[in-house]
């Protein structure tokens, strides 16, 4: 049956997410569940900065952090906050072979002028191409994966290396909220890579740096492995914004397209995303910047009517790549042609937790029809009780359906199912159970539950992170709300 093409009302996002739903007015679960408190008050932006600052320099390695740079915005702003800061960071540049000339001088102009330390791994190329190769035969969609990996991998392997206690990184909800889960795959899955590889490469692989998520788990819970902050969080981070600065600090040079500034990116989202998978990625990176205030629909709407990149330059795109991969263009265009096939088809560290993440959308909807907060409460509680039937979870959410949700537990006599709730706008001055979970991960293991519910989206990832890393993770389920 093929779906109704719809559009949201607010933004671009579209069907061509299969898991998108909308509300009465059209408005899309990306709108919906676009937590607007993310923005913090200038006063509070210079805050969150220099208490950062004295974080970093509290510790007497020789670098204060580091700093994985492609040349692109989001990196070289990060690169650029950390010179701001007065930090003393470690930047480090993959080079996976396709690099654009301009993305390599952008690195170049910023640690030139801060002189800071640049370490550029090479990876090396046979190893890479064939992966890269796999990754096309296997139908899989997130090929941009093996470069997020490896950035991973080596990040923590030089934090280690040299004992430095931070890696600042450019993720950031700002540019990057509403990312379709079936567009990417989590790019931690050191067993996908290698089971992909494993049926379809063809070169053994010896130096492609690869950390598992067992190892990557414990350094982040470890008090001494390196923490990840996403600095971009902490400031009203605008892409546009950024660029500005850049150009007139640096004489950085921007690209056209998000992230064109590797020869591949360009092609996989221009071709490789729109030709074989349906999908095109503007769309997302157009509804954040619609969300974040930075251009209205209209724009978005004729920047997505034009083509991605020039009918010209997208072809000579295809004939660099298909000849630096060394296929030719007949079984290039076949592969285009096939089916897609999901990452869960071989081998994975997270195919389970994909599928809670999805399942969350369903939950997340609930909160936002615009209905009565009783009735809102009592569907909301008799889908815990279907879903986690004879189950003891924990739900931690706030506001009013979420009080309203608990007391009706209590009226039905079915509370005992519950064994920890916390309203955390209303209990604003108390630790919150997110606070807890995050900075105590060993709490999770002691609690007795076997279904936890998230609310508060600023604690997600790394509440995910420390429940996924428990011993006991397959008898627990974590599944992630919306601020309720
Ligand atoms: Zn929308």
């Not at 920890?420 to 919150?432: G, L, R, S």
């Amino acid at each position: 049956m093929n779906k109704k093409h719809i559009v949201c009302t607010q933004c671009v996002m579209d069907t061509s997410d299969k898991d998108i739903y909308f509300n009465e007015k059209g408005v899309c679960s990306h709108c919906l569940n676009f937590d607007e408190t993310y923005h913090v008050s200038p006063a509070q932006e210079e805050e969150n900065l220099a208490s950062l600052a004295v974080k970093l320099k509290s510790h007497s390695a020789k670098y204060d952090c580091i700093v994985g740079m492609s040349g692109g915005v989001d990196s070289s702003y990060v690169a650029h906050l950390a010179a701001e800061m007065n930090l003393n960071p470690l930047v480090v540049h993959l080079d996976n072979g396709w690099n654009s000339r301009l993305a390599i001088r952008n690195v170049a102009k910023i640690i030139d002028k801060h002189q800071f330390d640049l370490e550029t791994l090479i990876i090396d190329w046979q190893e890479f191409r064939d992966l890269q190769k796999a990754f096309l035969r296997a139908g899989v969609i997130d090929i941009e994966l093996l470069t997020d990996h490896a950035i991973t991998a080596t990040l923590y392997r030089l934090a280690q290396k040299h004992n430095i206690k931070y890696i600042l990184s450019g993720v950031n909800y700002a540019t990057e909220h509403g990312m379709p889960l079936s567009w990417n795959w989590n790019k931690d899955d050191k067993t996908n890579i290698e089971a992909i590889h494993k049926q379809f490469g063809e070169v053994k692989l010896s130096t492609f740096p690869l950390i598992s998520q067992k190892k990557l788990a414990s350094l982040r819970q470890s008090e001494t492995g390196p923490e990840s902050i996403n600095v971009l969080n902490l400031i009203n981070y605008s892409a546009a914004r950024a660029k500005q600065e850049l150009q007139s600090g640096y004489g950085w040079e921007a690209y056209s397209g998000k992230h064109f500034e590797s020869v591949f990116t360009r092609f996989y989202q221009s071709y490789i995303l729109p030709v074989k998978f349906g999908v095109d990625k503007r769309k997302v990176h157009l509804s954040a910047l619609i969300r974040n205030g930075e251009i209205n629909r209209e724009q978005a709407m004729l920047e997505l009517a034009k083509p991605a990149i020039e009918n010209r330059q997208l072809l000579r795109d295809r004939d660099y790549v298909i000849d630096k991969l060394e296929m030719d263009l007949e079984s290039f265009e076949g592969l285009m042609k096939s089916s897609p096939v999901p990452h869960e088809h071989y081998a994975s560290d997270f195919t389970a937790s994909h599928q809670l993440r999805k399942q969350s959308g369903f939950i997340a909807n609930l909160f936002k029809k615009e209905s009565q907060v009783e009735k809102q409460a009592s569907a909301l509680l008799k889908h815990y009780l279907d879903r986690y039937q004879g189950k003891t979870f924990v739900i931690y959410c706030a506001g009013e359906i979420g009080a309203r949700t608990l007391e009706q537990a209590r009226e039905k006599g079915v509370y005992e199912k519950i064994v920890a709730v916390v309203d955390n706008k209303a209990n604003h001055n108390q630790h919150n159970l997110g606070d807890i979970l995050v900075q105590s991960p060993e709490v999770l293991g002691s609690l007795d539950f076997e279904v936890l519910l998230i609310a508060s989206h600023k604690y997600q990832d790394e509440i995910f992170q420390n429940l996924i890393s428990l011993p006991n993770m397959t008898e627990k389920t974590l599944i992630r709300l919306r601020d309720c």
